[in-house]
């Protein structure tokens, strides 16, 4: 058997050729379905052009999916990648073909009969509150709580919503979440789509101005609000409720982790980034972005 995309270093582009009949509609971005070349089904996301400007989607999906590995939150494998001549990244598909994606915008409705499923932004019923309440009852992903004390789905998205805070992702939408059922058991999918994140839209003559200039820095960072949540709370607020919430083991487990992370452990993750995708002033950038939001974040700010 051919070698799996999922078995190579993230930061090596794969070149993607061609793509499957089934179309993604969900979500703004260009997208495809496409396979590996053992088989495996990908999607492949293309990084947004502006002005002739690649925007930064795809390093910062890849970097999201390694700084979460530390915290031990499972999330989608991804790689970068090309295709046509663009950047972009392959994310594997969560489900094998006897399971379906239930989004957090379907559970949701389901739980809460005024549910606007549809809602595109703010949603006065989107709260750390109808989240918890949906996923009472519905199971951790499998083998996760081996590895951290979580008892229910809404644990471990507790762990979700403080990767958020930390790597300044503003994308946790009611669809940017789901669960998985195989017409028997529900649990929680892994965390999926982080292009939105690590300030991915900046330019690098930006990022070196923030990197050098702390206080600068720090009134970027608390800029962090959700645009989906009701009230358009900051990404800092959500993460402490979410962990207010969570069970205590839980809540004590991501924290620690997240104190846990050094800039050693920050810099090793952007270790092998190509600097035609990542240069030298972004890296500069996200290792004292995400040195002051673990700051934040453990202490409330």
């Known amino acids: 058997m051919l070698d799996s995309w999922a078995t190579g270093d993230i930061w090596a582009p794969v070149e993607v050729v061609g793509e499957d009949d089934e179309s993604e509609p969900m979500g703004s971005k260009e997208k495809f379905w496409t396979s590996s070349p053992d088989g495996e089904r990908w999607l492949f996301k293309y990084a947004r052009v502006h002005e002739h400007v690649t925007r930064g989607e795809d390093w910062a ?3 999201v999916h390694s700084l979460a590995s530390q915290l031990r939150i499972p999330t989608a494998t991804v790689r ?36 606007d499923r549809e809602a595109e932004r703010e949603n006065p019923r989107y709260t750390v509150s109808t ?3 949906a996923l009472r009852i519905i199971d951790p992903t499998p083998g996760l709580s081996g590895l951290v004390p979580v008892q229910t789905a809404f644990d471990q998205l507790a762990g979700y919503l403080m990767l958020d805070a930390w790597v300044a992702g503003r994308d946790r939408h009611h669809r940017n979440w789901a669960v998985v059922t195989d017409g028997e058991r529900l649990w929680l999918a892994p965390s999926f789509d982080h292009g939105n994140a690590l300030g991915f839209q900046e330019s690098s003559m930006h990022h070196d101005q923030l990197a050098s200039d702390e206080t600068a820095l ?6 962090g609000k959700s645009p989906h949540f009701f009230g358009r709370p900051s990404l800092t607020s959500i993460a402490n409720q979410a962990l207010d919430t969570a069970t205590p083991e839980a809540a004590q487990a991501w924290r620690e982790r997240l104190s ?8 090793q993750a952007l270790y092998g980034a190509p600097e035609a995708v990542l240069s030298a002033e972004t890296r500069r950038f996200c290792v004292r972005l995400l040195l002051l939001n673990r700051r934040r974040v453990l202490d409330g700010d």
């Open 260 to 267: 846990q992370v050094t800039q050693e452990v920050i810099e």
């Open 218 to 223: 720090l009134r970027w960072s608390r800029r």
């Open 61 to 63: 999906e890849c970097l």
């Open 131 to 133: 989240i918890e309440s």
């Open 80 to 115: 970068l990648a090309h295709c046509r001549g663009r950047r972009g990244i392959v994310s594997r598909s969560m489900v094998t073909q006897t399971q379906v994606l239930v989004h957090g915008n379907e559970l949701l409705s389901m739980t809460d009969a005024d549910y």
